[in-house]
């Protein structure tokens, strides 16, 4: 039986799909939530069976999307209600939920506490009303506010606000705005996002976006490094590169993925981490539908990983983080040399101010968060690289 740490449950359901976005998303009807959430709690019973009854408690369990806050109440109780029954949770259990500001009333606050959450994520992305029309968002700059005050009057002590940077045709001083508002509402934790222009959305296949992005690189790059330092002074922890918290205030959730934790997820286009073995449902609901009306696991694609992908996976998580990489361990852990040829690259990402060494750990700086991934292919051990056994 393997140990599963943390559950996540996919909500796709968006009222306006935003041009930026790449998840696993379907347009809002309220017709379809029943018929989805009944597929949903039939996933988690073929999970629990298949990973041979209830597991050890679970530590975290969070709700994502698309938009978990499009489910009432009363959808909500019998989803959480399976999940736990299928799924013994951890007393201490972290249970997590996104929201949109639109949702954000009091009442519903009340009542997801009522059902056990404790930990809210608040999709604000901007309090400027010329960001969010750009991004596409359905709501307005007053109702950013109105939210994040709701929230702190009526929701969990625990609670995440995302800001996204790098809207198309906007001034970078418009997201130095929103840090400040940020930082004066003082939040536990704060994500910031920079635009990405994902294959097969919206932004992506617009020419002027594409353009706009590609100019802007620089300011996007100088909007995040001004952003992490003015955060950093105001006593928030650079813990991830793109997440910052007051102590003790960490994701739990992203914790236990970065560190290696075995993890199941439900819902179209949820994935999953089990002892090495990577997988993940169809994105589409018809498709994710037909199986589980079949009595088969959703599944669309399954890897089990290699040890060099191992090795690789561990470098990669290690380095988004504050904590960085133990190099000794790694080589200990993988059985990959770490060599003179990746001491030679560290060397040179600490001359450009990129990377620093901490206790044997190549930590990598805010400008080096900036280039996580193209750090991670320079220094990942390759398909040929000796695995000592």
């Known amino acids: 039986m393997a140990a599963i740490r943390a559950l996540y449950c996919h909500i796709p359901f968006c009222r ?16 379809l939530h029943a018929d989805y959430l009944r597929r949903l709690e039939r996933e988690i019973g073929l999970a629990a069976a298949g990973n041979g009854g209830p597991s050890q408690p679970i530590e975290s369990l969070y709700f994502g999307g698309g938009t978990p806050s499009t489910l009432t109440l009363e959808e909500l109780e019998p989803l959480m209600a399976a999940l736990r029954r299928n799924f013994p949770l951890s007393p201490d259990a972290e249970i997590a939920f996104e929201c949109n500001p639109e949702d954000v ?29 750009a991004l596409g968002r359905n709501h307005n700059g007053r109702r950013s506010r109105e939210a994040l005050r709701e929230v702190q009057r009526h929701g969990p002590a625990n609670y995440n606000v995302d800001l996204m940077f790098g809207a198309p045709g906007i001034d970078p001083r418009a997201f130095a705005g929103d840090v400040a508002a940020v930082i004066d509402a003082e939040p536990p934790h704060v994500s910031l996002y ?7 959305t919206l932004f992506a296949r617009d020419p002027a976006v594409r353009e706009w992005d590609g100019r802007h690189k620089q300011a996007q790059a100088e909007a995040y490094l ?25 994701g739990r959730q992203n914790r236990i993925v970065w560190d290696g934790g075995n993890y199941l997820g439900f819902g179209t286009g949820a994935h ?30 399954r890897e089990a990983l290699s ?15 504050d904590t960085g990489l133990d190099t000794a361990q790694w080589e200990r852990c993988h059985g990959i040399p770490w060599g003179e040829a990746r001491n030679k690259t560290a060397a ?13 750990r190549l930590v990598l700086t805010a400008r080096g968060f900036l280039v996580a991934d193209a750090v991670t292919e320079q220094l990942m051990a390759g398909a040929d690289e000796q695995v000592a056994v």
């Open 226 to 250: 001004d952003a992490a330092e003015r955060l950093t002074r105001a006593g928030y922890r650079h813990y991830e590169v793109s997440n910052f918290c007051r102590p003790g205030y960490d």
């Open 348 to 360: 040179a990402l600490a001359a450009a101010g990129k990377a620093q060494w901490a206790a044997g």
């Open 307 to 321: 040890a060099v992908q191992r090795a690789n996976e561990t470098l990669m998580l290690s380095l988004r983080r």
């Open 16 to 31: 306006t799909i935003c041009p930026f976005c790449a998840f696993a998303v379907h347009g809002n009807r309220e017709r």
């Open 194 to 200: 920079g635009l990405d222009l994902e294959p097969g």
């Open 105 to 133: 009333r009091g009442p519903y606050l009340s009542g997801l506490r009522r059902l056990g959450i404790d930990r809210l994520s608040l999709g604000i992305q901007s309090f400027d009303e010329k960001t969010l029309a």
């Open 272 to 301: 999953s981490h089990v002892d090495g073995v990577r997988r993940h449902n169809h994105r589409h609901l018809r498709a994710y539908s037909r199986s589980l009306d079949a009595g088969e696991a959703p599944e669309a694609f």
